[in-house]
């Protein structure tokens, strides 16, 4: 646990074209260009680091006084690196990730599904056959592919009729897995999660791996030697011309635009000119997932130290159901809450103090009432962050890969490109899906 689904096929090719952004193939400049990007995540950093190794004069503009974008590791505990948004490389093989990883040096510590333990309402370990609840959720979504129409995940069960036929407890199961495979992955409402496209992500296959010394190791690698200009909102965005909310006019030939969807959506930065329709119906269509986190610090490992993931089927579903421990890869007295989706966007209302104290009842629940209060504990609220409004994106019912392709590329003759997770077919809502993303709107450029 979490037990991932099986993921039906995803459309013909993407896994390759990822692959070959990753060849090294020699690039191809006709000349010098000035090139500005927008955002300094790891998509604006790769298109960067890519255009400006090919000899570009390359300005990447980043509201945030930091890099990274998403890419956030807290250094508020010294001796403890702290990912408050992105963590892990999800599979090391083929993944770009994991080669800017062996680049930047970064030390690399294996997290595995395996090493999980579920609990109770009770807190008591439990050991259900989950076999039977992936069978209905399955099922429900098998179903679902033969409607004339796209419902969303929650409607697809509730019709199916394993659903109708199972008991109280198994419908408990059901729920657990819905939360801890698809709300979490894609911090997306069940409610609101498509039937027919949202599992559509593709995978690379291998380990999932954490960075002891945080994943800004890679975001810092990326960023060595660019032109980088911080605490800049753009305002307005130009053929050959970007201008900042200080007035600041900077020309361009090109402009890249990486900033993440919910920014977007949010209308701050303005077009001089009308967005390709099928671009802009994409920007609507698509949603924002909403993934939270809740670091933990006590002053001695107090649960078991032989487990990655913990699982809890607590009184309210959804709500601190998932759990990693960092005692068994890190020897680190340390537990990350996450929250997803609505119990997200709730638990996101409270404040600091309130949230750690949700956590502890949720721990004390779990592993009783002796169980530690923490010393000192990180929240995020990616929500309410108003440089992202948003974890990543997810496809709500009635969005196909076909919108993601629409976001991406090229408008008005080349002058200006989008990239970033919510632009990749294949990868959306992941760290490798911005950097692909990113790398071959870089090349497009390149070769245009």
């Known amino acids: ?38 955002g300094a995540g790891l998509a604006g950093l790769a298109a960067a680091r890519t255009l400006t190794d090919a000899g570009h004069a390359v300005t990447v503009i980043e509201a945030r006084p930091r890099i990274g974008g998403r890419i956030h590791t807290s250094r508020l505990w010294p001796d403890l690196p702290m ?32 090493a999980a333990l579920l609990l109770g309402p009770d807190g008591a370990e439990i050991d259900p056959d989950l076999k039977e609840a992936e069978t209905i959720l399955t099922h429900a979504l098998q179903a679902a592919d033969r409607m004339e129409a796209d419902v969303s995940v929650l409607q697809a069960l509730h019709a199916s009729t394993g659903w ?48 002891p010394g945080g994943f800004d190791q890679i975001t810092t690698h990326l960023a060595r030697g660019l032109g980088i200009r911080l605490s800049a909102q753009v305002a307005h965005i130009a053929p050959g011309e970007v201008r900042l909310a200080d007035g600041t006019r900077i020309t361009a030939d090109h402009v890249i635009c990486t900033v993440p969807l919910g920014v977007l959506q949010s209308g701050k930065i303005g077009f001089a000119e009308a967005l390709e329709p099928a671009r802009q119906a994409a920007i609507t269509g698509l949603r924002m997932g909403l993934l939270n986190k809740c670091w933990l610090r ?20 959804g709500y601190w159901g998932e759990w990693v421990s960092l005692a068994r890869g890190l020897g680190a007295p340390v537990l990350l809450g996450f929250n997803a989706a609505d119990a997200a966007a709730e638990v996101e209302a409270l404040s600091d103090r309130d949230t750690a104290a949700a956590a502890h009842d ?29 974890s990543y994106s997810f496809n709500a019912v009635g969005t196909s890969p076909a919108r993601r392709q629409a976001l991406a590329g090229a408008e008005w003759d080349g002058a200006l490109w989008f990239a970033g997770e919510a632009t990749s077919p294949g990868y959306f809502g992941t760290a490798h899906g911005a950097v692909l993303s990113g790398q071959s709107v870089a090349q497009d450029i390149l070769d245009a």
């Open 83 to 114: 990912d408050l948004g992105a963590s892990w490389i999800h599979g090391q093989k083929g993944n770009p990730l994991t080669t800017l990883a062996k680049a930047a040096g970064a030390k690399l510590v294996q997290t595995s599904y395996a």
């Open 164 to 211: 109708r036929q199972a008991n109280p407890a198994q419908r408990r199961l059901v729920m657990y897995l819905i939360n801890s495979t698809l709300e979490q992955e894609y911090g997306s409402p069940a409610h609101q999660l498509s039937a027919w496209y949202g599992q559509e992500a593709a995978e690379f296959i291998g380990a999932d791996v954490l960075f």
């Open 298 to 317: 006590f002053d001695r490992v107090a649960w078991p130290d032989d487990v990655d993931w913990i699982g809890w089927l607590g009184p309210k579903p």
């Open 362 to 390: 949720a721990l004390r629940a779990m592993f009783g009432s002796r169980f530690p209060a923490p010393i000192a504990s990180q929240v995020t609220r990616w929500g309410q962050d108003p440089f992202s409004l948003g």
């Open 1 to 38: 646990m979490p037990l991932y689904l099986t993921r039906r096929p995803l459309l013909a090719g993407l896994a390759v074209t990822a692959t070959l952004a990753m060849t090294g193939q020699p690039l191809r400049a006709t000349g010098p260009r000035r090139i500005v990007v927008i």
